[in-house]
Every structure is written in structure tokens, then in C-alpha cells.
């Protein structure tokens, strides 16, 4: 099945300054790749996606790229503000499952 | 509803004794997924339900664990016997479309601690 890896675990950055989390994945089938952020006593919610027809994808702050040939993805977010500081969950589709990532904790520090 | 419920949001039980967890999908959503979520960890798949088709298992980690999909809509995750590494988050989600992440969308989940 698909194994999905997650990097860095937890992540401290200074507000203004960038924040990447990187993923891989195993299975070349995989077709779909959201990220989730998860605040406190909440749900994860969806922030970006990306498919696997496409390298890159932008929505403000937030960006995500996709290298199909390495099996990896990144998520960047720039001039990070104080409530983007959560938990964020990579993931990869596929067939009709999603593997999830470890989760990255990040803490932007005013 | 507008998004999806669970219910309870808090639930603390005495070791031993069974729990239901509910999980209301969103109206229209044909495929619901049952997750775990330890403390300080990742999400580990339980359960996948799709339509009519018989259920995807193979997350449950014991037979303590069952769960049943009525109508095609609500779902209960039963916990017989709960033990104290049963305490974690319990998420549901449901999508519109499984396996391309339409609408793919996480309830609040139910704390779940057992003492």
C-alpha cells in the first residue's frame, strides 16, 4: 500500500518568515494530494490540493508543489502570521483511501 | 446538514464498558471514512464505507471495534470493552466522490478518554 512520510515533525518560524513541510510518497498510482491543518479540539480542515497533473499550485500565503518523478510534495507558506500556527497533515490518494502524513506542528512565533 | 457531525464531541468511560460514537455526513456524500487520531499523532484509517458495497475493515485494530452504516447515511462506531489505550480522538469524514477528494470533508471528532 502507499506509505506516506512527513517532514520536519514540529517547526518554529519567526512571523513574517517562510514555512515548508515536505512529503513523499510511495505508490506512483497516487493521483490526489490535499493538506489539512488542524487547529486545537478541531477537525482537520482542507487548505490546498493538488493533482497529479499539474507541478504547482498557488492561493495567497499558500502554495503547494508536486515532483511526480521523485514521489514528492511540499507545502510553502509565506509571511506566516501567529494563526497559522497548527498542525498540518499532508496526504496522497489512492484508489478510494487516503494515507495521511505524521503531521507537522508549526509555531509561528510573534 | 452543512457539514459533517459527531456526537458527542467529549465522552469519558469507565474502562470496560462499550461506547457508540455517531457520525452524521454531509446530505449527498456516498463514502464516509472513520479515523483514530492519538495523542501528538498522525490520523490511522479504521474504516471505509461506500455506498451499499460491503465496508472497507481493514483499519479496525481489534474485534472490539465494529461499525455500521445505516440508510446509506448516519454511521456508529462501537468500541465493547473499551481499554485505556482506546482513548484518542475518533474523527469521521465523508466525500462526495471517493477517491478524488470531492468535497472530502473531516467532522470535529469525539474525545474519547477512558478511566
Redesign the interface.
Known sequence: GENVE?HPSTLSVQEGDSAVIKCTYSDSASN?F?W?KQEL??????II?IRSNVGEKKDQRIAVTLNKTAKHFSLHITETQPEDSAVY?CAA?T?????????TSLTVIP | GAG?SQSPSNKVTEKGKDVELRCDPISGHT?L?WYRQSLG???E?LI?F?GNSAP?KSGLPSDRFSAERTGGSVSTLTIQRTQQEDSAVY?C?SSLV????NG??????TRLTVV
Request: hydrophobic share 25%; aromatic share 24%; charged share 5%.
Open positions: 512527513q490526489y490535499p489539512y479540539g478541531k477537525g482537520p480542515q482542507l490540493d497533515f490518494i484508489g478510494n483511501q487516503f494515507y495521511f502524513g505524521t503531521g | 459533517v463514502a471514512y499523532q498522525g490520523l484509517f471505509y461506500q472497507d474523527l469524514a471517493p477517491g478524488t477528494g472530502y470533508t473531516f467532522g470535529s471528532g
